[in-house]
């Protein structure tokens, strides 16, 4: 070992050396761009490269939504935890401890009201960050609670679907919520009050086959997976090739099953207009 290995090389090693966070980048899953997170926070976590819409945390989501930011969260009703008992590969209440430690939100529905261009506006928006946003038992009181919240203060009902379906491990309770979720929307609707759905990625199954598929208006963000079953799946059981990208919003959207695709930096001001034009009161 000569003296520059041993007298200059750990000096300057030290020297250069920094702390660096793990934090500060990530990778487009679309282009493969590297990202800077500062500028896709700021971007809405919208890729600058290639325009993808990446999963937006909710909480973020609803700030850029409301008017100056302001809204006040509504509680979800309390519903028994760990019905079943379940246990897989780890108890599912450990997974609703692991899944709380996360994302710091109690479950996969957060509730908010507002205003939107002055509109009030009741929004129930999925925590993909919980489990995939799965539907249990919390999500369908939740959705209830929405409902009739809105009904109560005559609010428009927003309802921002990003789930893989039912939660699994709440069986046929879960699946339960899906007509019970339906049940929320007609609860709206029979008061005359509009309920708009923004669909993001993904909406997929048990959610696209309740309220998701309910709206006055769909509006869906660029290139976001709707649908029920995977394409996978649907190949297998039909045994037919399926057409390109069958079920992005911009093909929903040619076929009549979305109204508008909006990108999400767009999506209040949007939002305020469709709102005022289904709001606006009709002549006698």
């Known amino acids: 070992m000569n003296w520059l290995t041993s007298y200059v090389r750990k000096p300057l090693s030290n020297l250069v050396k920094r702390d660096t966070p793990d934090d500060l980048?990530?990778?487009?899953?679309?282009?493969?761009?590297?990202?800077?997170?500062?500028?896709?926070v700021d971007s809405q976590y919208t890729c600058?490269?290639?325009?993808?819409?990446?999963?937006?945390?909710?909480?973020?989501?609803?700030?850029?939504l409301y008017d100056a930011g302001q809204f006040v969260r509504l509680p979800l009703p309390a519903v028994?935890?760990?019905?079943?008992?379940?246990?897989?590969?780890?108890?599912?209440?450990?997974?609703?401890?692991?899944?709380?430690?996360?994302?710091?939100?109690?479950?996969?529905?957060?509730?908010?009201?507002?205003?939107i261009g002055g509109h009030k506006v009741v929004t129930a928006a999925f925590n993909f960050e919980f489990m995939g946003g799965s539907m249990g038992l919390a999500v369908g009181e939740g959705l209830i609670s929405a409902a009739e919240?809105?009904?109560?203060?005559?609010?428009?009902?927003?309802?921002?679907?990003?789930?893989g379906g039912a939660r699994m491990q709440e069986g046929i309770l879960s699946l339960m919520q899906l007509p019970r979720s339906i049940l929320a929307i007609d609860m709206v609707k029979d008061a005359g009050l509009p309920h708009?759905?923004?669909?993001?990625?993904?909406?997929t199954g048990g959610v696209t086959a309740s309220f998701?598929?309910?709206?006055?208006?769909?509006?869906?963000?660029?290139?976001?997976?709707?649908?029920?079953?995977?394409?996978?799946?649907?190949k297998q059981t039909i045994g037919e090739d399926l057409p390109h990208g069958f079920q992005t919003a911009e093909y929903l959207e040619?076929?009549?099953?979305v109204d508008m695709v909006i990108c999400r930096q767009d999506f209040p001001r949007e939002l305020a207009k469709i709102i005022g034009m289904l709001r606006r009161p009709r002549a006698a």
Not at 149 to 163: D, E, F, G, N
Not at 196 to 203: A, K, M, Q, S
Not at 254 to 257: A, E, F, I, P, T
């Open 80 to 115: 028994p935890q760990d019905p079943l008992k379940f246990k897989d590969k780890k108890a599912y209440s450990s997974r609703m401890r692991e899944n709380l430690a996360k994302s710091n939100i109690k479950e996969a529905l957060v509730l908010a009201e507002g205003t």
């Open 25 to 40: 980048w990530d990778k487009c899953d679309s282009c493969g761009q590297m990202l800077y997170l500062k500028n896709l």
């Open 196 to 203: 708009i759905v923004h669909l993001t990625h993904p909406t």
């Open 149 to 163: 919240q809105a009904v109560a203060t005559r609010s428009t009902l927003l309802t921002i679907p990003a789930s």
């Open 212 to 234: 998701a598929m309910l709206g006055d208006l769909h509006v869906a963000e660029p290139k976001a997976i709707i649908g029920f079953a995977g394409a996978r799946v649907i």
């Open 254 to 257: 040619d076929h009549g099953m």
């Open 48 to 64: 600058p490269n290639c325009n993808a819409h990446r999963v937006w945390p909710v909480l973020d989501r609803l700030s850029y």
